[in-house]
């Protein structure tokens, strides 16, 4: 018995008062706040670089309409989902398939009484409809570096993965039948290395004229996803206006190719 308070014990005074913890990030130059909900020391961190992590996304943000929609893949716990519905109002769709950021990603949402602007779809997307393995390089509250149907990482190679189970993975281009959801007018692809498969299966949705830009996270040393992307963007009319390396991946050299694309609608001048 006294083993077994113990363990109770320990559930209730350390776990449970974790998870009730938050950490607010004021938007300094709107003075909005948001909280998120930081149960370990990556969330924590998260929440803490939120306004230097990534900086040209926030830039993006701010430059979209007022009430538009915008799809968030690969929303991770919702910085960006979070940011979009509070500071330009949009109606949000996040789709994030990893069962700890789920949680993670709706207790923000509820905390920040967004549940009538952010809707969250734990699924991933991918080139086909259908479940697939889902897979875990760390079992980690807002973790990311996970994959769905490949058995490659970020970098397009091999990685050890240690914890899978099977999730339903849609195409884009199928989602307006089933979920009768609208089509994006802005769209965030940062999925740790299946940019392409989604892209694959989303070129009605890339095609719509109802969508201005797309910012995409890709890895320049995984070239033959980069060109891919490219050539499917641009067949569906959208063109390549900058990219910017990710500085919050701070100085680690493993992710020094990553870097977030922004591609819309206005064709490269040529020779600018």
Not at 47 to 66: M, N, Q, S, V
Not at 92 to 100: A, G, K
Not at 244 to 268: K, L, Q
Request: hydrophobic content about 40%; charged content about 20%.
């Amino acid at each position: 018995m006294a083993g077994l308070f113990s363990i109770r014990y320990f559930f209730q005074g350390d776990v449970f008062d974790k998870l009730l913890e938050k950490k607010s990030v004021v938007h300094l130059t709107g003075g909005r706040a948001l909280i998120f909900h930081t149960p370990n020391n990556l969330t924590h961190f998260r929440a803490l670089t939120f306004l230097t992590k990534e900086p040209e996304t926030l830039r993006w943000i701010d430059g979209f309409g007022e009430k538009t929609v915008f799809w968030d893949v690969g929303a991770n716990v919702g910085l960006y989902s979070l940011y979009a519905a509070k500071t330009r109002s949009c109606q949000v769709y996040s789709f994030e398939p990893s069962i700890e950021n789920t949680y993670l990603l709706n207790r923000n949402i509820a905390e920040n009484d967004l549940q009538e602007k952010i809707f969250a779809f734990p699924f991933a997307l991918s080139e086909s409809s259908g479940p697939n393995m889902f897979q875990h390089s760390k079992i980690q509250l807002g973790g990311a570096i996970n994959s769905f149907g490949v058995d490659y990482s970020y970098d397009g190679k091999p990685a050890n993965f240690i914890h899978k189970y099977k999730v339903f993975g849609f195409k884009a281009d199928d989602l307006r039948g089933l979920f009768d959801i609208p089509p994006p007018n802005y769209l965030k692809i940062d999925v740790d290395g299946i940019e392409h498969l989604i892209a694959r299966g989303a070129r009605a949705t890339l095609s719509n004229p109802a969508l201005e830009s797309v910012l995409i996270e890709l890895n320049l040393q995984f070239p033959e996803q980069r060109n891919e992307i490219i050539s499917i963007f641009e067949e569906c009319g959208l063109f390549l206006q900058s990219f910017e390396h990710a500085d919050g991946f701070y100085g680690d050299a493993s992710f020094s190719g990553i870097y977030n694309h922004i591609f819309t609608r206005t064709r490269p001048t040529v020779g600018a």
